[in-house]
């Protein structure tokens, strides 16, 4: 493993996720909870994808803006309902990006906090695969 890239820490550690720069002893899940401000933007989202993180979400006292689309046919039904039932608390922000002729495809988390932020951009969607497996 090169110096430019390391496994994430206590997050899978049974999966293939690298983020590229990542500081020593960072813990995704510890950063959710703390944050301040959550953002997060996915092509399509899956419940399993969403459980790994759900927890630590759940946690977090600052705002938090889900978006999703459907233009990929993955996006579960089940997980649609959970942010809805979310979304009674006026600190969650469940959305569904239901584009015309273009195509939503972003894979994007934004989290920040007093202290600090970071955003994690990439290719893996919220599903299982995107978080763990697909390379």
Do not use: Y
């Amino acid at each position: 493993m090169s110096g430019a890239r390391s496994k994430v820490s206590g997050f899978f550690p049974d999966g293939k996720v690298m983020v590229v720069g990542l500081p020593p002893n960072f813990k995704l899940l510890e950063k959710l909870e703390q944050a301040d401000s959550i953002r997060l933007a996915m092509a399509f989202c899956h419940t399993k994808g969403w459980t790994r993180w759900e927890s630590a979400i759940g946690k977090c006292n600052g705002s938090i803006q889900l978006i999703t689309g459907l233009d990929f046919c993955q996006t579960e039904p089940a997980l649609l309902r959970t942010w809805n039932q979310l979304s009674i608390n006026p600190q969650f922000r469940p959305r569904l990006m239901t584009s015309g002729s273009r195509i939503f495809h972003p894979k994007v988390l934004i989290v920040s906090s007093k202290n600090s932020g970071f955003a994690l951009i990439g290719s893996g969607n919220l599903s299982e695969g995107g978080l763990r497996t697909n390379i």
